[in-house]
Nanobody, 124 residues
């Protein structure tokens, strides 16, 4: 059974930083895309960042580019999201996702596995 378990969410003041981690179990995702999406109250789930199977390429939404960094450790089957210069607009539930099929994937439709989500709240 495949599981993605996120950690690292919480409450932080504007301008602060958080680091999210997502540990996968049940199968290896080495060579497969992983990423982060988020959903704020009353809004649809949106793309945040994804990383290719070997970590050679990364993709970011315009709203987080330059502030967030996605990385992965395939030996640990884990993907990370370093979030700096957080603003209240970053408040959302953050979901880890992994593709079982694709080396590169940037849309939810191409992701096959999802975590339960971790809350990130940024106070002003």
């Amino acid at each position: 059974q495949v599981q993605l378990v996120e950690s690292g969410g919480g409450l932080v003041q504007a301008g602060g930083s958080l680091r999210l981690a997502c540990a996968a179990s049940g199968r290896t995702f080495s060579g497969r895309a992983m990423g982060w999406f988020r959903q704020a109250p009353g809004k649809e789930r949106e793309f945040v960042a994804t990383i290719t199977g070997t970590g050679s390429s990364t993709y970011y939404s315009d709203s987080v580019k330059g502030r967030f960094t996605i990385s992965r450790d395939n030996a640990k089957n884990t993907v990370y999201l370093q979030m700096n210069s957080l603003t209240p607009e970053d408040t959302a539930v953050y979901y880890c996702a992994a593709s079982g099929r694709y080396y590169n994937a940037v849309t939810p439709a191409l992701m096959d596995y999802w975590g339960q989500g971790t809350q990130v709240t940024v106070s002003s």
